[in-house]
């Protein structure tokens, strides 16, 4: 997947940007405060979610723009396939909305997903495996998606049936159990249909690894685990789902959240080479296994979906020593794809091989070199 044309209207610190990218490798040079991460974050609105910074929409409008934002590109989802425009922002009359465009047509968030896949590592990653369950979750739900664009949709439906349950046991304990049951029934459906993608996802991800030589890059050796931090091995069934809700009502009521289910369960990860788990390794172990989790999972969807993920690396090359970051943009320019990368020297980006296209970011400006 390619993003040959993007260009963005009021979106944080750009007023209007319009720029044209080859496949391969795209560099982003500026100073700290340039717009970078500002790219790559409208970038990522083009898939489902909330972006790679999670931030509330009307927070991405221009300070001091009276309207809303728009971002638009111009995709090519695979070899062979016309051009496809795919458009995000709001309108100031709705400032809560994400608006989505498909070929200038109206569409859900949701369908963004079957034209473009985005995963990224931005520096706010570095602490993922120390820190909340939820960011892991999200993480693991974005590789999900990549491979399979309903997962979106499964995990919408989920989170709206979860919140009309705890809605519920909240107002009538005990009442209504025939809502109840309707709800339960719809959590046990999505519920099973996002556990058996995340389990399979992990699959393929960690066969992708073992067959991956390690160097230069960490190899992780990922499981999901529920919140206790039990291996979940075996995917849901639909019944035993459902029965886990029912038999929950009265914990869950109390609770004041549904205490159990796919919605709690985590991504473990343990580094192989030394056995320790993610979180006691070093900062620099930690990123280098991020790293190599997003190169075999980018693999991976290539070999499911016939084309790439578009991969934003935001300050990744800064981090890398000279040998890891020659080997890394080896590996981008040799899968072919389409990778973005920040930071604030050109002179990182000078020994990438193949076709690069080159941004300079300067107060807001973007100009080619
Ligand atoms: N809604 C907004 N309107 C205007 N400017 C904004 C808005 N939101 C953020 N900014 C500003 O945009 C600027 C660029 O932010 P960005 O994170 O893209 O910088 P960067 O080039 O990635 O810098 P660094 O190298 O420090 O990571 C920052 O000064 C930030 O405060
Ligand atoms: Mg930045």
């Not at 995709?75 to 458009?87: C, S, T």
């Not at 973005?340 to 973007?366: Q, S």
Request: charged share 20%; hydrophobic share 45%.
């Amino acid at each position: 997947m390619t993003l040959i044309r993007l260009s963005l209207t009021d979106f944080r610190n750009h007023a209007g940007v319009d720029l044209g990218a080859g496949p391969g490798l795209v560099a982003l040079h500026g100073d700290n405060g340039a717009g970078k991460t500002n790219i790559l974050e409208a970038i990522s609105l083009l898939a489902p979610g909330r972006g790679l910074r999670r931030a509330p929409l009307a927070e991405m409008v221009r300070d001091g723009a009276s309207g809303g934002f728009a971002v638009f590109a111009e995709v090519l989802a695979g070899e062979g396939l016309a051009p496809v425009a795919l458009g995000t922002g709001i309108e100031p009359a709705h400032p809560g909305r994400r608006l989505v465009r498909i070929n200038g047509s109206p569409a859900a968030t949701t369908a963004l997903g079957d034209w473009l896949a985005v995963l990224w590592l931005t520096p706010a990653m570095d602490r993922l495996f120390v820190e909340s369950a939820g960011n892991r979750r999200r993480f693991l739900d974005r590789l999900v998606l990549a491979l399979d664009p309903r997962h979106a949709q499964h995990g919408n439906r989920y989170e709206a049936a979860l919140r009309a349950r705890g809605k519920l046991l909240a107002g009538q304990p005990g009442a209504d159990p025939q809502w109840l049951a309707s709800l339960e029934a719809q959590l046990a459906e999505h519920g099973t249909a996002i556990d058996a993608a995340r389990l399979s996802t992990l699959a393929a991800l960690s066969a992708e690894l073992a067959a991956q030589p390690g160097a230069p890059f960490a190899r992780p050796l990922l499981t999901l685990i529920d919140a206790e931090g039990a291996p979940r091995t075996a995917p849901w069934t639909v019944d035993a789902l459902r029965a886990l809700f029912a038999g929950r009502r009265r914990i869950d009521a109390a609770a004041g959240r549904a205490t159990a289910g796919p919605h709690r369960d985590d991504l473990s990860a343990i580094h192989a080479a030394s056995g320790r788990a993610a979180a006691r390794c070093s900062t620099g172990e930690q990123k280098a296994m991020l790293l190599s989790l997003i190169l075999a999972h980018s693999d991976c969807v290539a070999r499911a979906r016939g084309a790439r993920p578009v991969l934003l690396l935001d300050e990744v090359a800064a981090h890398l020593d000279p040998s890891r970051r020659a080997a890394l943009y080896e590996r981008l320019a040799g899968q072919g794809g389409q990778a973005w990368l920040t930071g604030t020297e050109a002179a990182l980006f000078d020994a990438m091989p193949g076709p690069v296209t080159r941004y300079r970011i300067a107060g807001g400006r973007i100009s080619a070199g």
